[in-house]
């Protein structure tokens, strides 16, 4: 009677330890956001950047960190010098800035920088497949890419299609951008394609 009692209390144990289980839902895996400041180079440094397909193809970078909300980025590619100047939010990079100058220009105080418009959004959060914002979307967040000096995995891959024309930028944590192509569909067998690709960062 004893060994009855013992089995039958032991039985409805697990049955209420089987009902708080079903009565706790599964709590989902939320990544956590990743610091959109690791998406550029170091302050004060000079990206080198190899083209092919066009005379303007290939360009430096110079990055300066304005403050911790703003990074200035000089551009050169031989035919023009672009200043732009990005804002960097929990969400998002956003281009604020973009204008033609000469070749030592001065930067903005962090006062003009916080009233610079929006021009366009770089990167969003969430950094995974599918995310899309302004006709940019996520394919990849585990792309690989040979530079031909170095090779890049867990590589985010964005593209933009308009037209005939697709954008694709290449993004590494830690460095930032490291390809841009260009491809145009043409009356061609082949498409005509331009791209930059990051050589060394010094």
Not at 99 to 124: C, F, G, H, K, R
Request: proline fraction near 6%.
């Amino acid at each position: 009677m004893r060994h009855y009692v013992l089995v039958l209390a032991l039985a409805f144990l697990f049955a209420g330890c089987s009902e708080e289980m079903k009565d706790d839902p599964v709590q989902p895996i939320v990544q956590d956001p990743i610091s959109l400041l690791s998406f550029f180079p170091p302050d004060g440094s000079i990206a080198y950047f190899h083209g092919e397909g066009n005379e303007f193809a290939s360009f430096t970078l110079h990055t300066t960190y304005l403050d911790p909300q703003h990074i200035a980025q000089v551009e050169d590619n031989g035919g023009v010098t672009l200043l732009k100047i990005y804002r960097i939010t929990d969400s998002k990079i956003d281009l604020v800035y973009r204008e033609p100058v000469d070749s030592n220009p001065s930067l903005p105080n962090p006062t003009e920088t916080a009233a610079y418009p929006v021009l366009e959004t770089i990167l969003q959060q969430p950094l995974q497949v599918g995310t899309s914002f302004q006709g940019w979307t996520i394919q990849s967040i585990t792309a690989t890419v040979d530079t031909g000096k170095t090779v890049y995995s867990n590589v985010i891959q964005l593209t933009r299609t308009e037209d005939k024309f697709t954008t694709t930028k290449y993004f590494v944590q830690g460095i930032g951008l490291i390809r841009t192509e260009d491809t145009m569909e043409t009356d061609q067998e082949h498409p005509f394609i331009v791209t930059s690709t990051l050589q060394k960062i010094e």
